[in-house]
């Protein structure tokens, strides 16, 4: 299981920040001075009074305005803070690409960005790549999984034993060319699964479930889909813990994947 990391332990401790009666030149100096782009204007108390971005000390250097005027005249005042509590998953959509980590008694006491949010979430889909890699290797029944066009982009080491065909070869073909009477093509249509489905593969009689891995709400066209092979026929609930394990993760990993 991910860990689910807190804004603490993501954001930027005792950030750089403002007075109101700084300067735009001061900002623009703190900037560079720390490879920054946006600072949080703070009172005496430490509480956020607003934030300056790079843009707005661009403004007034570009315009030929007076960079010795005070910050708090030209600093954004509705600013989005979090608690440091909060997890990643809760502020990752906050429409802010720096926020202030503020304390119960309002205290700045840290800055997270976007940049910080996107590097967690890389790390947790490096995780769960791993993670599902190694479910779907381990797992007993054939794993093939393929694209909206019905290309194939996972096929298991069982696949390869079932099929007779090396996953270096399968994967980047289409479906139909590796196992003709698959059905996947089907369920890209209609977005139905389709389960306890006996299907011949050379001389090997096997079940399957085929399903989309994900819902669409552009149309069921749009679905990628999953085919899962047992061999011999131990029903339509071959699919014990591991395999479902690997489908739970891999809709988690393909729906980040095709939200881009």
Known sequence: ????????????????????????????????????????????????????????????????????????????????????????????NLPAKRLPVVDGGGQLIGMVTKTDLIRAFSADVRMIKERLTTIIESATNAIVAVDRSGIIFTFNSAAERIVGVPAQEAIGKYIHEVIPTSGLINVLATGESQTGIRLKIGEKTVITNRSPLMPDHRGSRHLPGCLRAGEGFPGTGFLPGTERGAERYHRVLLRWHLRG
């Open 1 to 92: 299981m991910i860990k689910e990391r807190s804004i603490y332990e993501l954001m930027t401790p005792d950030p750089v920040t403002l007075r109101a009666e700084d300067t735009v030149r001061t900002a623009a100096i703190l900037m560079m001075q720390h490879g920054i782009d946006g600072l949080p204007v703070v009172d005496e108390e430490r509480r956020v009074l607003g934030m300056v971005t790079k843009s707005h000390v661009l403004e007034v250097f570009l315009s030929g305005g007076d960079t010795s005027r005070r910050v708090d005249g030209i600093m954004r005042r509705s600013v989005i803070t979090v608690d440091p509590t909060l997890s990643f998953y809760e502020v990752c």
